[in-house]
């Protein structure tokens, strides 16, 4: 009997595929496990086995697989089934989701670039023979494919030892140049081999017993060693024991200590002491509430006040799950926000943290992937980024997603464009896990969802010291330009408000949703606004550099002197951004120390977290910045928290714009007055009567939730009826028309739900590509499963047209 397995690979492509393997092989294979197999003409590919079976396929001949890469599972069975989850939900491939979920350095294929890692350490006499050829090739050319690492050994299977010299630091993956990212890293010592142990101990006070400020450094390090229990960097050595770097570099030498290296949030934590907390009574109630009602939801959402203390009551939780001997994932919405969390979390739970993100290494991705398929120790508690949900949990309990309401949860581009915050109940019911959604905003579907009874709800609404929540102070921008009381984009009370909270050495945060100085150049002749080339929006002025930048694409060119069109040379700006803004304060508070958190200046190696680090130090009076400063933020000495100009969140051709300003002013109010005192809010607009401006100042978020269903009731918007997105591009304009013509007329006449479009979007070119949408709007009453079944049936009639087979479609499900 032929023995056949199914596999996926990392590809966008619809099918799974057949390969013969032998009894052997189908014998020792599982699901889960990765096999490289070879692909189309000659490319090689590392597959995932989803099944095995006998049945032959009957279009093409199965061809044999080319070796198995796993002694074991790497894959579970859960991760496989909410993968074709994702992959059916989100209208993508499952490569697509697996080649997303998997750490590059276990998906080496054909076309993989091996680097030679120049600052290896690696002596070549440890590499096996084969990999010592590697090692030889890559010593005459640098960058290897795979395809010619077959041809140095003469073999097909070659990604073992790839895999091996990746781990011993020899070589590593072009993908991984694109990681700038660098973490922190300690230096360490400890003894060598030799000198372990009692006889060890022995010949090593012998070594140092003529040199005394070497034997004393050694005694000294034995102490602490013992009195810590966990390794001691370098520098914590020396600032004990006084000793010089000079004695601990002679230990290294003599051969007495070695040297190495950890990642700062990779050291082996132990638990603080201090961290150790009790819950409010309110705390308490919200938290015994959550656990009563997960005994009948699976799903809570916890809607707490900012500064409520939630993240307690996560913490909470997360020790309960794991006196049960269960897993948790904490999901964070941006990277930024894992700093301040990690070591929260860390102090409290010790070593049995591990945190997750796109910026952590290819190693360290494999690493923690192998220490959470393992169920070990160190990875009880994972914290991470929206991709922390492809993790290969062995026995995943709980599920806390924190600021629910975040739209980072949904990825955008490429696919999979999943939400994680939706996967993530999706996931733990497959799990048989319990989520808790945590936010003081809710987004609307959610709350929505616990109004229905679908999920629970639980609410803590007051702030964890009581304080009372901040006041909201309106001001009037048109007013306050026609009385003549602004100086720049300070309004006189924004001013005075300042200076009182400075003089009380507090610090203040601003807030101002555009970065660069102005967003707009304008001709004052001919009114002529500079564009970008090969996008269609204006370019914005970023004085710093003097020049004009496309915040799309990139493009940047200097500042020019004359208007492009009439050549007048009265050009001005118009709108103003944080770099404006800053100045602005510069010169209004000369003496104060003023930083600016925004794209532009956190884009460098730890940029966010020095930030974040200074202000919490107090080493910065004033900071301004964009919607960056509203993410759960905790600082204590913030009182006053101030909108330079509310009005530009109002305005955006965007159904949800009105719930996210909501959403970002309430969350900025909140970092206001979080510990001792009642804070203050000072918003700037020309629309202090606006609905969503009330709404924040009354804190009425139900008020502001029963508005916004009823307008997406009217106006056919989530969650009553549900989004597909088809974007189209071309280069041509013309072609892209009538490309999306044939779709939207195929799709309205097929699909029995509303079809709108093909519409050209606000900015319709971006990268020299023209863009059209579609959007299919499906009610709940319709079946969602066949309609997006239909979709696919019509996307593939529509690419097997010869002329519009250049035009690129990508279905976005969900995309708000
Ligand atoms: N039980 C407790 N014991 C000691 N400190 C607490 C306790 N609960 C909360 N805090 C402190 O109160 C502050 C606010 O708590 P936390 O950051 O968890 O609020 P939050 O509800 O997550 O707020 P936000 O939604 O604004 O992010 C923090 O500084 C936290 O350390
Ligand atoms: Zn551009």
């Not at 301040?340 to 591990?354: D, I």
Request: hydrophobic fraction near 40%; charge should be neutral; glycine fraction near 4%.
């Amino acid at each position: 009997m032929y023995c056949f397995i199914e596999v996926v690979v990392p590809l966008a492509l619809d099918a799974t595929f057949t390969y013969l393997v032998s009894e052997t092989e189908f014998d020792y294979l599982q699901v889960g496990m990765r096999v490289a197999v070879p692909f189309g003409k000659s490319k090689v590919y590392t597959a995932l086995v989803i099944e095995k079976h006998h049945r032959k396929p009957e279009l093409y001949k199965a061809k044999e697989i080319q070796e198995i890469l796993d002694g074991g599972v790497v894959v579970t069975p859960i991760q496989i089934e909410h993968w074709k989850w994702i992959s059916n939900y989100y209208m993508c491939s499952i490569g697509e989701v697996y080649r997303a979920a998997m750490p590059s350095r276990l998906l080496l294929e054909s076309e993989t670039l091996i680097h030679f890692n120049t600052a290896t350490t690696v002596d070549p006499k440890e590499l096996s023979d084969q990999e010592f050829l590697v090692y030889e090739a890559l010593q005459f050319q640098a960058i290897l494919k795979v395809e010619e690492i077959v041809a140095v050994l003469n073999k097909k299977t070659v990604f073992p030892i790839i895999q091996s010299l990746l781990e011993k630091g020899v070589v590593y993956l072009h993908e991984e140049l694109i990681e700038r990212y660098k973490p922190k890293q300690l230096r360490y010592i400890r003894l060598t081999e030799a000198y372990e142990g009692d006889e060890g101990l022995a010949s090593l006070l012998e070594i140092v017993s003529r040199a005394a400020k070497q034997r004393e450094f050694v005694l000294k390090y034995f102490q602490l060693q013992a009195t810590y229990k966990k390794p001691i960097s370098v520098k914590e050595l020396q600032e004990e024991t006084g000793v010089t770097p000079s004695v601990i570099k002679a230990l290294v030498d003599k051969g007495v200590f070695e040297e190495y290296y950890l990642n700062q949030d990779r050291v082996v934590f132990q638990e603080d002491e201090q961290a150790s907390f009790v819950l409010s009574e309110a705390q308490q109630e919200a938290m015994s509430e959550i656990e009563e009602q997960f005994e009948s939801k699976d799903v809570v959402l916890l809607y707490g006040v900012t500064a409520s203390g939630k993240t307690e009551v996560y913490i909470k939780l997360i020790e309960e799950i794991l006196k049960q001997g269960g897993q948790s994932l904490f999901l964070v919405p941006e990277i930024g926000l894992t700093a301040q969390l990690v070591s929260r979390l860390v102090a409290y739970f010790g070593n049995q943290v591990a945190v997750y993100h796109s910026k952590y290494s290819q190693n360290e991705r494999v690493e923690v992937w192998g220490q959470i398929l393992a169920d070990s120790e160190k990875a009880q508690v994972i914290i991470g980024t929206r991709s922390a949900l492809f993790l290969p949990f062995a026995n995943l309990k709980l599920i806390v997603v924190d600021e629910e309401h975040e739209a980072s949860y949904k990825q955008q581009d490429p696919a999979p464009r999943y939400h994680a915050r939706d996967a993530a109940v999706v996931l733990a019911m497959q799990s048989k896990a319990k989520v808790l959604l945590g936010s003081a905003t809710p987004s609307l579907e959610t709350y929505y969802n616990a109004f229905q009874s679908k999920y629970g709800l639980v609410k803590l609404t007051t702030r964890f010291s009581n304080v009372i929540l901040p006041d909201v102070v309106l001001v009037d921008l048109k007013e306050k330009y026609k009385r003549k009381e602004m100086t720049g984009h300070f309004s006189d009370v924004m001013v005075s408000e300042i200076n009182q909270a400075l003089s009380l050495g507090e610090q203040v945060i601003l807030f101002q949703n555009r970065r660069g100085f102005s967003p707009v150049v304008e001709c004052m002749t001919c009114g002529a606004v500079p564009e970008c080339p090969h996008c269609d929006v204006s370019l914005t002025y970023h004085k710093y550099r003097n020049e004009l930048r496309c915040h799309y694409c990139g493009y940047a060119s200097a500042m020019p002197k004359q208007c492009y069109r009439c050549h007048s040379v009265d050009l001005d700006t118009r709108g103003f951004g944080t770099e404006q803004v800053e100045e602005e304060l510069f010169s209004l508070f000369p003496n104060k120390k003023i930083a600016r958190m925004d794209q532009d200046t956190t884009r460098g190696k730890y940029g966010f977290e020095k930030l974040l680090d200074a202000f919490q130090k107090r080493e910065i009076d004033i900071m301004v910045g964009t919607q960056m400063l509203a993410k759960g933020l905790d600082f204590d000495n913030v009182n006053l928290v101030g909108v330079l100009n509310a009005d530009n969140s109002l305005y955006h051709p965007d159904f949800r714009a009105h719930e996210r300003a909501y959403q970002m002013l309430t969350q900025l109010g909140g970092r206001a007055g979080r510990k001792e005192k009642k804070g203050r809010v000072i918003i700037q607009t020309y629309n202090p009567y606006h609905n969503i401006i009330q709404q924040v100042t009354n804190n009425d978020y139900e008020g502001m939730y029963k508005e916004q269903m009823y307008e997406r009731y009217i106006f056919k918007y989530p969650p009553f009826y549900r989004l597909v997105r088809l974007n189209l591009r071309h280069r041509e304009f013309e072609k892209l028309k009538d490309a999306s013509l044939w779709l939207y007329n195929n799709l309205r006449d097929q699909l029995a739900v509303p079809v709108l479009g093909p519409e050209e979007p606000a900015i319709n070119r971006i990268r020299n590509q023209y863009i059209r949408v579609i959007l299919i709007k499906i009610p709940q009453d319709k079946p969602l499963v066949s309609t997006k079944k239909q979709i696919q049936r019509i996307l593939k009639s529509f690419e097997a047209i010869g002329g519009y087979r250049s035009v690129k479609v990508t279905i976005n499900v969900d995309f708000y």
